[in-house]
């Protein structure tokens, strides 16, 4: 059907809505202009950060762990296991992980949440069917054997760039995952963990992991396992030298991306096993390297009154940009100083004059990207300087406005478009990071090992590119908008890679579509309409839940309505050209009958895709700005001249 409403619908008042959650955000900014929030993922992150501590053997902050302890047990479901997002399936990796956590702590294995965490790993098969990574970490321990786990010898860092299995055809997060960690595996150390806690309790005889994962193929799982069995039986008659030699390359790899007290790769896997592989190799805590890849680690702790626990990463770009978005959109004059502040604060992380990994595919792009985190030069992200950039651009719209951003727009949109994929598309880190038969080596049985271009990411550039005058008949622009077309789901929706998950991938591409000049009678574009409208729930909200990302997926799953994925639905219609439509009414409405008394909107839901089916963020400013966003944009288009959104978000 087609709902396109042609008669104005009603309008619903939302100025007071706007004022009182603008109020509150402008209170969230801080002393030097950037906003971030929290940013929370499941058990695995605090547990790991409790067993980095008594790997290394350093003295425990007692109050430090009681207070994760505190987390760990509030997160645990009625399941008696973990899950990897609220009110989630039981992970059997990530309750592993919790429990090890716990009872390194001191809570006794017979306490009844000990117990029934216990019963239900064993009911499953036992710690052995954890995943890779839980394995690892289970040998550092001694708790399994380094042979369940696939070989990754370090003489991978020297391979030459055509060979098929190679570093750089890796995503980033995997790269700097795996390069201290190709350390680990050959040296293969073992926790100092003073306590002596082991957690054999968990194990059931010869149960281990399936050797292929739900996602790969039997024929590409049976050559890397033959490969994995060829590995294990040569690795004892390697040649020294060389083996020394790529310990080294390993370590100078890492070195020279250890991104200061950000962290390698600014993300926690990667800095703790950068911490990890220096104690192996003998650099002891009062050594540069090590000492300020320690500091990275603690930096993303979040320590409360009550409880604590560590965060993956941190998002101050992410935030700060899109909060500029929702301010701008409220067309207050009384934000335009924060705002001014925000984007002088996120000005100068323009990475201009590093070169990062992704000059590996695209060495003559010249560097203008911005990355998520406070600093990670190697590893900017196309989504991240499309929103900078746009937000930028609409600094005009600032009454009284005199910074020049003309310089830092140029130079991101150069490296956008030098960042084109061959399909039309954009990954979030690399061009053309499309190696899939990768994700069916033994090591990879989270499935997430690339970055290929999404539509979320794919819609952002689109809209930015659009914003800044790209006409949509340009080669470019072209190629973009017909991989949109292409990658469409059959019931009009797009994937999400990055945001949780359908409803997010269709704001996006409706939102990057709108500004390219799509016509909004366009088949695509009224599908992607018809589909948000038939998903609404009866209360006027939208929500979808993270296992939309099962493999098995075949349509959209009723989920209870949640404050951010209701305000992406809302943006989606609006970028669509149906502010008017009765859905829109209802969606507003929603918004206004469940926004808090602080003026913000309240959500537990995790809305945040890190990898698809192993790990999920909750984003706590996500319900914050991104309603305002909506509520700001509803009145603009209902009281204006117009009812086309004109930005490319």
């Keep these: 059907m087609n709902v396109k409403m042609n008669a104005p619908a009603e309008t619903v008042p939302v100025d007071a809505l706007i004022k009182a959650a603008t109020d509150a955000i402008l209170r969230e900014q801080r002393p030097d202009g950037h906003w971030v929030y929290e940013l929370e993922a499941d058990a695995t992150i605090p547990a790991e950060y409790v067993l980095l501590t008594h790997f290394l053997g350093e003295e425990p902050n007692l109050e430090l762990e009681k207070k994760i302890g505190v987390y760990l047990r509030r997160i645990q479901g009625e399941h008696g296991g973990w899950p990897l997002y609220h009110k989630g399936a039981l992970d059997i990796s990530a309750t592993v992980k919790a429990y090890f956590a716990l009872k390194m702590i001191g809570d006794d294995p017979e306490a009844p949440h000990m117990k029934r965490a216990r019963e239900e790993i064993l009911k499953r098969g036992g710690a052995g069917k954890a995943n890779v990574f839980t394995r690892i970490q289970l040998a550092l321990y001694g708790d399994v054997p380094w042979s369940i786990i696939p070989t990754i010898p370090p003489e991978l860092i020297l391979l030459p760039r055509w060979f098929p299995i190679h570093l750089s055809k890796m995503s980033y997060w995997a790269r700097t995952v795996i390069v201290p960690l190709l350390v680990l595996a050959a040296k293969q150390p073992i926790a100092r963990n003073p306590r002596g806690v082991h957690v054999k309790e968990l194990f059931l005889p010869g149960k281990v992991a399936s ?23 040569v690795e004892p008659f390697w040649p020294q030298k060389l083996r020394a030699h790529a310990i080294k390359t390993c370590m100078e790899w890492t070195t020279e991306r250890l991104n200061g007290e950000d962290g390698l790769g600014a993300i926690y896997p990667a800095m703790a096993n950068s911490v990890m592989m220096y104690d192996t190799l003998g650099v002891g805590p009062e050594d540069p390297r090590r000492a300020i890849a320690r500091v990275s680690v603690e930096k993303l702790l979040v320590i409360k009154e009550d409880e604590a626990y560590c965060q993956p990463c941190v998002s101050p770009v992410w935030d700060t940009g899109l909060v500029c978005h929702a301010l701008m959109e409220t067309r207050d004059p009384k934000v335009h100083e924060a705002v001014t502040k925000g984007l002088e604060w996120l000005k100068p992380l323009q990475v201009l004059d590093v070169k990062g990994d992704w000059a590996e595919e695209k060495p003559g792009v010249r560097p203008g990207g911005w990355a998520f985190q406070y600093r990670n030069d190697y590893y900017p992200d196309l989504d991240d300087t499309a929103v900078v950039v746009m937000a930028l651009d609409r600094a005009k719209e600032i009454e009284g406005q005199k910074s020049d951003y003309s310089e830092a727009i140029s130079r991101g949109r150069e490296w956008v478009e030098g960042l084109q994929s061959k399909n039309g598309g954009w990954g979030a880190f690399d061009a053309d990071n499309s190696y899939y038969y990768l994700n069916n080596i033994p090591f990879a049985d989270h499935g997430a090992l690339l970055d290929p271009p999404t539509e979320d990411v794919s819609g952002r550039c689109i809209g930015m590119l659009a914003q800044l005058g790209e006409a949509n008949d340009t080669p470019r622009m072209k190629a973009a908008i017909e991989y949109l077309e292409k990658v469409q789901m059959p019931d009009g929706s797009w994937f999400g890679r990055w945001g949780v998950n359908y409803i997010y991938g269709t704001w996006s591409a409706l939102a990057g579509l709108n500004a390219a000049g799509i016509d909004h009678s366009h088949p695509m574009i009224r599908k992607a ?7 609404q ?14 493999l098995e997926y075949k349509g959209y799953e009723k989920a ?9 639905a809302l943006l989606g219609l609006m970028a ?43 984003y706590h400013g996500y319900p914050k700005f991104f309603p305002l966003w909506a509520l700001a944009r509803y009145r603009n ?3 204006g001249n117009s009812r086309k959104v004109g930005h490319g978000l």
């Design 211 to 233: 050797k292929r994962a739900a996602h790969q193929k039997w024929i590409w799982s049976a050559f890397f396992g033959a490969l994995d069995w060829v590995l294990k039986r």
């Design 560 to 568: 209870p309505s949640i404050a951010s994925q209701t305000a992406w």
């Design 576 to 618: 669509a050209g149906e502010v008017d439509h009765p859905a829109v009414a209802r969606g507003v409405r929603w918004l206004e009958a469940n926004q808090g008394a602080d003026g913000l909107w309240p959500q537990e839901y995790y809305t945040g895709g890190g990898f698809p089916r192993v790990f999920y963020l909750r």
């Design 529 to 535: 309409v018809d589909w948000l409208v038939t998903i």
């Design 637 to 639: 288009l209902k009281t």
């Design 537 to 550: 729930n009866e209360d006027g909200g939208w929500g979808e839940d993270c296992d939309s990302y099962k």
